[in-house]
């Protein structure tokens, strides 16, 4: 079955240590994405990439870090340096939506990790 | 991308329908109207999308008024697992990626 997993769901970490969350896809798509949701909140993006070795940042990608080393995968490194990393983190992918090539630009959430600071 | 306003929260009897409102008065000619819903402590689910017609499919309904300034998403017959936060996002889709801007939705409680 195609779709995307992110690992772990739960994880803790102390202050001042960085930490790695996973994402993988097999859906073949282009575009991946990192949001963050705080308690009662909507998403905010911290980074998109488009395209192997390439990636933007979002609108709060203070204190956090990505790579884009194949297709199938985008980890997302939160640093120490993130005031407040206590969060629901969320992966997605979506078809590039490059003009003519496809008419929208649905994105496909992974479970999410929920990450907690101790 | 242009704003919506939806409900904070709104309650639906089991086996109705539920009808969730989703203002964006500054719409452009370009955006669509796409429907997310997040169960809680899950990603969020694509449920349906349209830019000028009502669209349906075998989630629910896409009712786009007129002036493209509001629309309702429909949920046929609303089951226990409906209850969701459902987010109303509008956005360009032609171009290269975009995020989504996801407010902060409107949270439906289905009632046994």
């Known amino acids: 079955d195609g779709g995307i997993t992110q690992s772990p769901k739960y994880l803790f970490r102390k202050e001042g240590q960085n930490v790695t969350l996973s994402c993988e896809q097999n859906?073949?798509?282009?575009?991946m994405y990192w949001y963050r949701q705080d308690p009662g909140q909507g998403l905010r993006l911290i980074y998109y990439s488009q395209i192997v070795n390439d990636f933007q940042k979002g609108d709060i990608a203070e204190g956090y870090s990505v790579s884009r080393e194949k297709k199938e995968s985008f980890p997302l490194t939160v640093t120490s340096a993130q005031k407040n990393p206590t969060a629901f983190y969320l992966c997605a992918s979506s078809i590039t939506g490059l003009a003519g090539v496809s008419s929208y630009n649905e994105q496909f959430f992974g479970p999410g990790t929920r990450l907690t600071v101790l | 991308d242009a704003k919506t306003t939806q409900p904070p929260s709104m309650d639906c009897a089991e086996g109705r329908a539920a009808n969730l409102p989703c203002n964006h008065s500054t719409i452009s000619g370009n955006e669509y109207v796409y429907w997310y819903r997040q169960i809680h402590s899950q990603g969020p689910q694509y449920i349906i999308h349209g830019l000028k017609n009502n669209e349906t499919n075998e989630m629910a309904s896409l009712i786009i008024t007129e002036d493209r300034k509001s629309s309702t998403l429909i949920l046929p017959h609303a089951t226990l697992r409906d209850t969701a936060v459902y987010y109303c996002i509008v956005r360009v889709a032609l171009g290269s990626a975009r995020q989504l801007t996801f407010g902060s939705g409107t949270q439906l409680t289905v009632l046994p």
């Open positions: 859906l073949n798509h282009d575009a």
